[in-house]
């Protein structure tokens, strides 16, 4: 799927992001590709895997789930860094707190001449339970915040409904999680 950058990004034309997400039987595994000039984006060090806040300040690529059975949704984020964070909502931007999860997610980065990928892992479990009644979809949103050498951030989605850059926004959640 390709994500688009928010009108208010000004970017080079040549700049692609792509995400796929697969979804098996207990994990799941979303995989963003960035078709750039590298040496345009600033990539945080690499450390150790941990939860740390603050990530969406930098680069970073994004998951939201939203809940079939309300207006609740989670977000996640994966950082070049190998850290994440993951948070539970119970509705717009509201009632957040930090999402336990049964094992942290599995982050790996890939670099080439004009491509970064970002791969991401984590259990089936941490999006919420499956979709009730059987048969119904969850939605998502995937994103990315990309931070340039030269400062300011460029935010890619699937989806922009808002004038101002928000993936929050529930009319961002247009990707479904479930086959």
Do not use: K
Not at 13 to 18: F, I, N, R, Y
Not at 51 to 59: A, F, I, K, Q, V
Not at 99 to 106: D, F, H, K, N, V
Not at 156 to 168: I, Q
């Amino acid at each position: 799927m390709r994500l688009t950058p928010h009108p208010s990004t000004s970017l080079p034309a040549d700049w692609q992001l792509t995400a796929h997400c697969a979804v098996g039987p207990t994990t799941i595994t979303v995989r963003w590709t960035l078709q750039a000039e590298l040496a345009q984006i600033r990539l945080p060090p690499a450390r150790q895997p941990a939860r740390r806040s603050g990530l969406w300040r930098h680069t970073c690529f994004e998951l939201f789930v939203a809940n079939p059975a309300g207006e609740g949704y989670r977000e996640f984020n994966f950082s070049p860094s190998s850290e994440w964070a993951a948070f539970a909502f119970t509705g717009y931007r509201d009632g957040m707190s930090e999402l336990g999860l049964e094992a942290p997610p599995l982050i790996g980065v890939e670099t080439r001449a004009q491509e970064f990928r970002l791969t991401a892992t984590l259990p089936r479990s941490a999006t919420g339970p499956a979709p009730d009644p059987p048969g119904s979809v969850r939605r998502c949103a995937l994103a990315a915040v990309i931070e340039r050498t030269e400062g300011g951030l460029a935010y890619f989605a699937l989806a922009h409904p808002s004038a101002r850059p928000d993936f929050h926004h529930l009319d961002g959640f247009v990707a479904r999680l479930d086959p």
